[in-house]
Each structure stands twice: as C-alpha cells, then as structure tokens.
C-alpha cells in the first residue's frame, strides 16, 4: 500500500505543474469562451504539433481522432483554431503552406476560417 501511495504522490508531483502551466497562456474572453492567447510558446507548441500531424499524414497513417479523411480533420481543426485562437490565421496559413512544401493534397473549403487572406499572394 506504501508502494502505491508513493508512486500515486511521484505522478502528482510532475503532472500537476505540467497541467498548470499548459493553460497559462489561455483566458476566457468576454463572452465566456475559452481562447489561446497569441504567445511564442503557444505559436512554439502548435508548430510542433502540426509538424506530427503533417508528417503523420505524409506517412499514410489514418486520419487522428477518428475523421473519415484528413481533410476533414484539418477543416475541423481550421475551424477550432479560427474560434478559439488568437491571430488564428497565422495558423491556418502556416498548415496551408506546409502541406503545399510537403507534396499533400490541396484542402477545400478552409477560405471560411481566414480572416484576413488575400488569396493566393497573403495565404
């Protein structure tokens, strides 16, 4: 039982500060929804996470989370990114750009999520 509760204490230890600080650059605006703050770590954790997803894509894996194509995970996750992200479109336009230097298909339909494009000179 020693065991147990020691190893239950180690996990809180080096999980809890891990959650604390992965909401520190987040608020509630003021419509009480829950948005990213535009911040280098944000931006930082978001790169790598699209760096895996796109490089998982490219590998032939099925789609993550279950979406019946990658097309619809990537314009699901344009949409979570245009309404819960600060300068979203920095974002979006950074997997747009990625999936074109790596060869993936083209998405349709991601134009709703950009505020601000000028397409194809700013996107």
């Not at 999980?15 to 987040?26: E, M, N, Q, R, Y």
Request: hydrophobic residues 35%; glycine residues 8%; charged residues 20%.
């Amino acid at each position: 039982m020693g065991l147990l509760k020691n190893v239950c204490l180690l996990l809180l230890i080096i999980i809890l500060p891990a959650c604390s600080s992965g909401f520190g650059d987040s608020y509630i605006s003021d419509s009480g929804t829950f948005r990213w703050s535009d911040t280098k770590s944000n931006w930082e954790n978001s790169i790598s996470t699209y760096e895996f997803q796109l490089h998982f894509e490219l590998d032939g894996n099925s789609p993550i989370g279950g979406a019946l194509s990658w097309e619809v995970f990537w314009l699901n996750h344009m949409k979570q990114v245009y309404e819960k992200v600060d300068n979203g479109d920095k974002n979006i336009r950074y997997i747009l750009k990625r999936r074109n230097e790596l060869g993936l298909p083209n998405i349709t339909g991601w134009e709703q999520y950009l505020r601000n494009c000028n397409y194809p000179k700013d996107c």
